[in-house]
């Protein structure tokens, strides 16, 4: 096993693009994790996992699973199924593929997994997968969509880049570095997360004497509180973008600027590398342990680049461990 | 003249119950029973489903509640059952679930529940004794080889395990097609059981009472209204309940404006549709006669759907009224304002009309007016209204008397300048209203 999966009771596997490997990441896993005595989940957030990519139209790896494994998958998926597998539970809410079906497999084949929509509901999911005796569950995340890496739905988290974002390899390293960074930014003090951690929605000023103060309903609404001498940070409960980190860097006041956690960030590279020149310090409420990335040298546009450079170049550039996936 | 807003009645109150506080639907298959319910109109029909709420009431346990709690509503997967169609795992599941649950339900005493035990074993080969489910090894031989010989993914052998997975498929359909009755009876049994055991769990939680069902009349002691009640908590106020009673005639009601007319007639319409669908009724003590059809007008200006104006709205209204009267139903007709959209002069006069056909026809009916001169051979009773040290009240509920008294005046209270006063309508207007 290359990932150290040991301490987490799920991991979310997402992919910075579609045909990063994500799917090819997740199938080694699965088939590592056989006979490991952990006792396995598998699902997904939103569709993954068909026969045919819907996008692109080029091919994509199935998910197998072995005996004992536990999938959640939507009912018109389950049907479809190329497993033998005893149903454990059908789900009540209805998404848009049907209700959700998890079962554990007997006889081991293929499916397409269709978990559920949003992260409530998978969280909600996870939540529930120890009825089933499950120790380790497995997300795989949906086409750029990071929201399963939160460390509030998953413990941890493995990310997939490659070809697929660019034919440019040092283009390539840019963009998968920024991601990482993000993923590991500081984390607050106890002091200011105990403070942070009791408030609702909205922006909340945290003043010098721990008072906090709410100056808004979000971040996206185009106000930007005045920092003013008595504050030492600002909490936005929700999710921040370009505008309001480059008002916020403009005001030249030094604060910390805290969100719950990496996937709230829809801040442009660019934009953030100013910010971090800047007094501005961008923090987070919980960390995302990222366990290490994977690269598809692969561009479904038909070009590649050599496995090793792309491997080298993207660990060198992030500091993480990275594996080529075709070479798992 | 059919775009009569009366005849939706019955939705209005699934409404009003499915939104009501304290009244805690535990399954799907309940809630669809609730609103498939029908208007009784038969004694012992009621009085029947009285005593069956009561004895489920009795026998619920927690275990029974819990499994309502996990009831599925698998109706359609029982109509393909019965027609035949090959079920598959999730269906079977689904089977082997609610033949799971109705098991465990009976045995708790609800025996109006079939035994579907059989379905269990047919379903739980290995004697299991859990809720999931697949094609299990045990029904085939054949099957069982051929999965121990699969130790890899392969297509191919696969696809033999399915082949022999759907004969299994085939057979228990075959097997379980004649319990397909017996299970619908259940489900509608089970939605029953949670349907009734909400019913008198909101009997418990609003305070309400099993209502006496009489030939000829009707007699409440503290009848109150659910919803006004419960907005008049919430702000810490009480509710002040009325007694009131009456048989196959008319009572016109006066009183002054925000003396509890309108919500007098919700409460008497709200009492008689929860009786007639087979719930307790808000009072202290109830004796009820039953109607065909409860037909309430008028309130608050709601009949102006349908790009009606509220005058055509209204007439409509009566229009429906009337014909029902004239072809004989035992209506129970409740007409809040009757003609306020029209002038005083010509309004007083279709008040006087409407009365009169009511008085006549014997037509168990109430009709609030601000008209004075409504002349005529019927029951007159008036809110009591103002108290006489009102002004010196603080809240305006606390100044009203909302009780009822009988009265032979066909003249009405002139209170509503007072009222508006004590509303704190502005001074100079009320000057200019009095010269």
């Known amino acids: 096993m290359i990932f150290d999966l040991d301490k987490y009771r799920s991991v979310a596997i997402v992919g910075m693009a579609k045909n990063v490997g994500k799917t090819v990441t997740l199938n080694h896993l699965i088939s590592a994790l056989r006979g490991s005595g952990k006792r396995v989940a598998v699902t997904s957030i939103g569709l993954d996992g068909e026969g045919l990519d819907q996008v692109t139209r080029t091919a994509k790896p199935e998910i197998t699973l072995y005996e004992g494994m536990v999938v959640t998958t939507a009912e018109q998926q389950y049907r479809g199924r190329q497993l033998t597998a005893e149903i454990l539970d059908v789900g009540g809410r209805m998404t848009s593929v049907g209700r959700l079906i998890t079962a554990r497999v007997r006889v081991p084949g293929k499916v397409i997994i269709t978990g559920p929509a949003d992260t409530a509901s998978l969280q909600s999911l996870l939540e529930g997968y120890s009825r089933f005796d499950v120790n380790l569950a497995l997300v795989d995340g949906a086409l750029s969509r990071l929201s399963p890496a939160s460390p509030t739905v998953t413990d941890a988290m493995i990310l997939a880049t490659g070809a697929a974002l660019s034919a440019n390899i040092a283009d390539v390293a840019k963009q998968t570095k920024y991601i990482c960074q993000l993923i590991t930014l500081d984390l607050v003090d106890d002091e200011l997360r105990n403070i942070c951690c009791r408030l609702g929605r909205g922006v909340w000023k945290i003043l010098n004497d721990g008072l906090a103060e709410r100056c808004g309903e979000t971040a996206l609404s185009g106000e930007i509180p005045e920092i003013s001498d008595g504050v030492k940070a600002l909490y936005v409960c929700g999710a921040i973008g370009n505008n309001f980190v480059e008002r916020l860097r403009m005001q030249q006041k030094s604060v910390d600027l805290v969100v719950p956690d990496f996937t709230k960030i829809f801040v442009t590279q660019d934009c953030h590398a100013l910010l971090q020149r800047s007094k501005v310090k961008l923090k987070v409420l919980y960390s995302s342990r990222l366990l290490g990335l994977t690269v598809n040298p692969w561009s479904p546009r038909g070009f590649s680049f050599d496995s090793e450079e792309l491997r080298q170049r993207i660990e060198d550039s992030t500091g993480v461990k990275t594996y080529d996936v075709m070479k798992l | ?435």
């Open chain 2, 1 to 435: 003249m059919n775009k009569c807003s009366l005849k939706n009645n019955s939705r209005d109150f699934f409404g009003f119950i499915l939104a009501a506080e304290g009244f805690n639907l535990h399954s799907a298959v309940g809630r669809r029973m609730l609103v498939d319910s029908h208007f009784m109109t038969d004694r012992q029909e009621i009085l029947e489903e009285y005593d069956a709420m009561h004895s489920a009431a009795d026998r619920a346990t927690d275990a029974v509640r819990h499994a309502l709690c996990e009831l599925q509503d698998i109706a359609g997967t029982l109509a393909s059952l019965e027609n035949g169609t090959i079920i598959d795992d999730v269906q079977l599941f689904e089977i082997k679930h609610l033949a799971r649950i109705a098991v465990s339900v009976r045995n708790a005493g609800f025996t109006s529940i079939p035994d579907v035990g059989r379905v269990v074993e047919i379903l739980d080969p290995d004697n299991d004794d859990v809720d999931t489910f697949y094609i299990y090894d045990s029904y085939s031989s054949e099957l069982a080889a051929a999965r121990r010989a699969m130790t890899e993914p392969s297509a191919e052998r696969y696809a033999e395990i399915a082949r022999i997975e759907d004969e299994v498929r085939i057979r228990l359909a075959e097997e379980l097609i004649h319990f397909a009755n017996p299970l619908k009876t259940a489900l509608t049994e089970l939605g029953m059981t949670d349907l009734r055991l909400a019913k008198t769990d909101f009997a418990k939680s609003e305070g309400l009472v099993r209502p006496e069902i009489s030939d000829d009349k009707c007699t409440f002691t503290g009848l109150f209204n659910i919803d006004v009640r419960r907005s008049l908590r919430l702000r810490g106020m009480k509710y002040q309940p009325v007694d009131i009673s009456f048989g196959r005639t008319l009572t016109l009601v006066t009183g002054m404006n925000m003396g509890g007319k309108s919500v007098l007639l919700k409460s008497l319409a709200t009492a008689q549709m929860l009786c007639q669908y087979g719930f307790y009724v808000p009072a202290a003590k109830a004796e009820m006669m039953l109607f065909e059809d409860v037909l309430m007008t008028g309130g608050d200006g709601e009949n102006a759907k349908d790009g009606l104006s509220s005058f055509a709205a209204e007439i409509c209204d009566m229009d429906y009224i009337v014909k029902a009267v004239r072809a004989g139903s035992r209506i129970f007709v409740l007409e809040d304002e009757l003609a306020r959209t029209t002038n005083p002069f010509e309004g007083r006069k279709i008040v006087n009309g409407m009365a009169r056909l009511m008085a006549e026809r014997n037509v168990a009916s109430f009709i609030t007016t601000h008209f004075d001169g409504i002349e005529g051979d019927f029951r007159r009773i008036r809110v009591r209204g103002l108290r006489q040290d009102a002004e010196a009240n603080g809240t305006i509920d606390g100044m009203i008397d909302y009780s009822l008294v009988e009265t032979s005046d066909s003249d009405v209270p002139h209170e509503a300048l007072r009222v508006a006063r004590l509303l704190g309508a502005d001074e100079e207007l009320l000057e200019m209203i009095n010269n």
